[in-house]
């Protein structure tokens, strides 16, 4: 696939247009020059701005995925918290009457209300619709943090453990939860997609990383197994950081996820099995060098992807190094199509400051334009601003601008809309979420400092010409 970004250089008019239009010059003395064109702004030039929402959830903490836009038109979400005690909680941003809904509390969607244990703190996954219902899975909020790493939270005196994560339904008509499955060794659920033709649910278990496969009719939920090594629960050579994107090829029920020594994987849906693609893979010289037992980055991991139904094609984007690729799943092979980091990233040459990358990556209504919501240096008197040089867990090393990119696939078209600030002149900052509403709209969860205690809350971004505007 070809690469359509603007050029740098100016472009250069023939030799013989320049030679006549000199020699008209001095025929007429004309020492007069045509206008110089107007510039074209930069990414650092054009600026968005993002409103903020109070949901009413003072302790909310940061949310990764969890947002997702449904069929009715609103925007559902949840909102996390890393309390011992307190569960996350979801909601529904209604755009027609600019009004938000409190849905539930997720310890008590999954019936452990009264039960003593830790909460069910987050869901960390994006939702998938099927007959009227949002499907998803919850994960634990409340860590220990050993060897500068998040482990699941030991109990305090007089609680119960995590009893881990759960599959959950949510009826958009009735507004009743159902639990349909929770995942063994009391382990969260930190990855989940839908198979939503044959009414299937997967997911992969943190921190160790089994991946789990629910048949809804049957609730018959089986586990497959370790994806990698111990996945994030090992030390040493045994360590891998778990792959936060299940893709679902809807023509076959196949099922792909990646591991961060780079293989791509594929449950078989007629074996009830995994198998590794022994094709291509994603250790790719672009993406950077990694050591996968190492932890603080994905590796060789695919951030985020989704499936792209005209080219039979999975589509995502490698965290660290922020590169779009297409996984041609009928060839089994993987190609690099383009850097989408913003473009004060590309001049940078450097890599973003969020340790595993970006998961606001996601197609809008138009089914072709890919948004993506990513990092963006920050200069202070002409320097970069450099955050920390290492960490051990996914975070952000530093401060940074969050920029809105999409990319046309249709078009091969990459445009970086700018910088997104909040009313209060604010940089958005631990964000690694998105839903595109119907309108173009863009939404994500961010956190607001209105005052000296953070929340994560509800953003919008305005809709954008996916061409941009110069």
């Known amino acids: 696939m070809n690469n359509m970004t603007t050029s740098p250089f100016v472009k250069l008019t023939r030799p013989g247009a320049a030679l006549a239009g000199s020699l008209l010059l001095l025929l007429t003395g004309c020492a007069s020059q045509p206008p110089a064109p107007a510039p074209v702004a930069t990414a650092a030039a054009r600026k968005l701005s993002a409103r903020t929402f109070d949901s009413g959830f003072a302790e909310a903490h940061d949310t990764y995925n969890g947002i997702s836009a449904a069929s009715d038109g609103n925007i559902y ?29 997720l310890t008590e969607a999954c019936g452990e209300k009264g039960a003593g244990a830790i909460a069910q703190g987050k869901s960390h996954v994006s939702f998938a619709e099927s007959n009227g219902k949002l499907y998803f899975a919850t994960h634990i909020g409340y860590y220990d943090i050993i060897d500068g790493q998040e482990k699941p939270g030991a109990p305090p005196k007089g609680m119960k453990k995590y009893p881990g994560g759960h599959f959950l339904s949510y009826d958009i008509a009735s507004g009743k939860y159902e639990s349909l499955g929770i995942a063994p060794r009391n382990e969260g ?28 009719a049957k609730r018959d ?21 778990i792959c936060r994107s299940l893709t679902v090829n809807p023509e076959d ?9 780079g293989v791509i994987h594929r449950y078989v849906l007629a074996k009830d099995d995994i198998e ?17 037992s190492s932890p603080g980055h994905m590796g060789y991991n695919w951030r985020q992807t989704f499936w792209y139904g005209p080219e039979k094609a999975i589509y995502g984007v490698h965290g660290n190094s922020g590169y779009l690729f297409r996984f041609a799943t009928e060839s089994g092979q993987v190609e690099v199509i383009d850097r989408i980091t913003s473009e004060p990233s590309k001049a940078s040459g450097m890599f973003d400051q969020f340790s595993y990358g970006y998961l606001g990556f996601a197609l809008g209504p138009d089914g072709h334009t890919i948004h993506y919501l990513t990092g963006g240096p ?93």
């Open 221 to 241: 939920l089986k586990d497959l197994g370790l994806i990698s090594e111990q996945g994030e629960d090992g030390k040493g050579a045994t360590f891998r950081t």
């Open 378 to 470: 920050i200069y202070v008197e002409g320097k970069r601003v450099a955050g920390k040089a290492s960490t051990a867990k996914g975070e952000s090393k530093g401060r940074e601008d969050l920029h809105l990119v999409t990319y046309d696939i249709a078009a091969h078209k990459y445009v970086d809309h700018g910088p997104i600030y909040l009313p209060n002149g604010q940089r958005p900052t631990y964000v690694n979420s998105i839903a595109v509403g119907l309108d173009g709209s863009v939404y994500a969860l961010t956190r607001v400092e209105e005052t000296e205690h953070a929340r994560t809350d509800l953003m919008r971004i305005p809709p954008v010409a996916s061409a941009g505007t110069n």
């Open 276 to 292: 590794a693609v022994e094709s291509d893979n994603l250790k790719k010289d672009y993406f950077g060098l990694y050591d996968p």
């Open 77 to 105: 979400y949840a909102l996390s918290s890393e309390k011992v005690d307190l569960a996350a909680q979801m909601y529904c941003y209604n755009p027609k009457t600019d009004q938000i809904k409190h849905l539930g509390d």
């Open 253 to 261: 029920g196949s099922v792909y996820y990646s591991t961060s020594d």
């Open 189 to 216: 659920i930190i990855t989940f997609t839908m198979d939503k033709q044959r009414k299937r649910l997967y997911g992969i278990s943190w921190p160790s990383g089994h991946f789990l496969r629910l048949d809804i």
